[in-house]
């Protein structure tokens, strides 16, 4: 199977003809979230020169990672290689019916290049078949489900993203980092990355905490 791993790469103010995205491997791939920091600071950079309004992270009214990292990413590179329309096949399993509806009602909506197919819906596949498959296969990634491609993702609960922490106190540097340097946070509804970690820190002293009333679950899923 032919792998192709793009990252952001593009700096406001470049000329137009500059690239957007760089074609990377395991050995030249980013491992600290220096693409997501390029993109944000892409837009504070145009949002400041061309309207004049301070930075934005992504949040619920504009969920940006998933859209100029991965979405126009992607396009910009089938493009390139010539596509003007194609099939965008999604890893939504049968267990997942809200994302797949979400998908169809995007594929109706119309006004992209591309349709969105999801085979392993289609054919039935669950979680527990996926788990199951991974399980039998000669390696491990070692690697918690709850960490997912985006370990502190925002759209995960705060109970999800607190034992991550406690876990591995290191993941939340970017994260908090970010909305420091920027001036903003992920979610106005709870409490910033920094008192998260603060928060992870004292709990991991503690035995058997209960996360139950930490537990809302909004869907995390960057095909979103």
Known sequence: MNIVWMEWCRVYGQPDE??????????????NGEPFTM???????????????????PNFSNNMCTAYLKVKIGEKHMRALGYTEWDCVIGIRYDEPKRYHRM????????????????????????????AFWAAQPFDLGMDSDFGNCDLCWKKNEGKLI?????????????????????????HDRADYKTMGWSAEQRSRQTDFDFEYLSEEIDCFCGD
Request: hydrophobic letters at 40%; a neutral charge.
């Open 163 to 187: 034992k991550t922490i406690m876990d591995d106190p290191a993941r939340v540097i970017w994260w908090s980092g970010t909305e420091e340097r920027f001036g903003q946070v992920f979610r």
């Open 104 to 131: 169809m009602a995007a594929n109706d909506r119309g006004g992209t290049r591309w349709d969105n197919v999801c085979p392993s819906y289609a054919a039935g596949v669950t979680k527990e078949d996926a788990g």
């Open 39 to 57: 993109m944000l600071e892409y837009y504070a950079a145009y949002r400041k020169a061309e309207k004049n309004l301070p930075p934005v992270l």
């Open 18 to 31: 500059a690239p957007w995205y760089k074609l990377v491997d395991f050995e030249t791939a980013s491992r």
